[in-house]
T-cell receptor, first 111, second 111 residues
Framework: DAGITQSPRHKVTETGTPVTLRCHQT?????MYWYRQDPGHGLRLIHYSYGVKDTDKGEVSDGYSVSRSKTEDFLLTLESATSSQTSVYFC??????????FGPGTRLTVL | QKEVEQNSGPLSVPEGAIASLNCTYSDRGSQSFFWYRQYSGKSPELIMF????GDKEDGRFTAQLNKASQYVSLLIRDSQPSDSATYLC???????????FGQGTRLTINP
């Protein structure tokens, strides 16, 4: 995951506050994805992007928004964080949609 | 019915034996299949992918695909303690721009 970074790596916040997670890639890959991982649920897709300014929803998109203004950056925003959004968030990239490579993850705790 | 199902385990295998991990999927339009390995506290890493019916071998790993029965499996020969991890199965439908992941199988190799 040398070509993918996520920031912050850990964050603790309070219910109702906005939170933005950043995914940055140096691989110039077309596709970028945000997942959350929770015990018993595996990886669930939140949103994904297939190009600059081109995004679409995944299976658990409620309460999340994304933006991609540059090829290398994909931002995930929680407009008003809730305790149910406590999770580990992974960003992934791929040039061809199938072979995805993951970033190191962000552990988010909402109190 | 979940789109991609895996036995969550834990699956316990003695060192040197063959570990067999299974995954079933519900959508007959699925075209490509992936196995990811995830060590505790780390991000998923791609270890195998398979597109065609039959077997695909890579070192100690063999992926098997049976589209008629809608299952894909991963065999790990000569299992090592370093193979202890959670293994995630992922499936992509033709034309879709995203993967669907199973919940993962936790594998433990006992010395």
């Amino acid at each position: 995951d040398a070509g993918i970074t996520q920031s912050p790596r850990h964050k603790v916040t309070e219910t109702g506050t906005p939170v933005t997670l950043r995914c940055h890639q140096t691989e110039n890959h077309r596709y970028m994805y945000w997942y959350r991982q929770d015990p018993g649920h595996g990886l669930r897709l939140i949103h994904y992007s297939y190009g600059v300014k081109d995004t679409d929803k995944g299976e658990v998109s409620d309460g999340y928004s994304v933006s991609r203004s540059k090829t290398e950056d994909f931002l995930l925003t929680l407009e008003s964080a809730t305790s149910s959004q406590t999770s580990v968030y992974f960003c992934a990239i791929s040039e061809w949609v199938n072979e995805q490579f993951f970033g190191p993850g962000t552990r988010l705790t909402v109190l | 019915q979940k789109e991609v199902e895996q036995n969550s385990g834990p699956l316990s295998v003695p060192e040197g034996a063959i570990a067999s991990l299974n995954c079933t999927y519900s959508d007959r339009g699925s075209q490509s299949f992936f196995w990811y390995r995830q060590y505790s506290g780390k991000s998923p890493e791609l270890i195998m992918f398979i597109y065609s019916n039959g077997d695909k071998e890579d070192g100690r790993f063999t992926a098997q695909l049976n589209k008629a029965s809608q299952y894909v499996s991963l065999l790990i020969r000569d299992s090592q303690p370093s193979d202890s991890a959670t293994y995630l199965c992922a499936v992509n439908k033709e034309g879709a721009q995203k993967l669907v992941f199973g919940q993962g199988t936790r594998l433990t190799i006992n010395p």
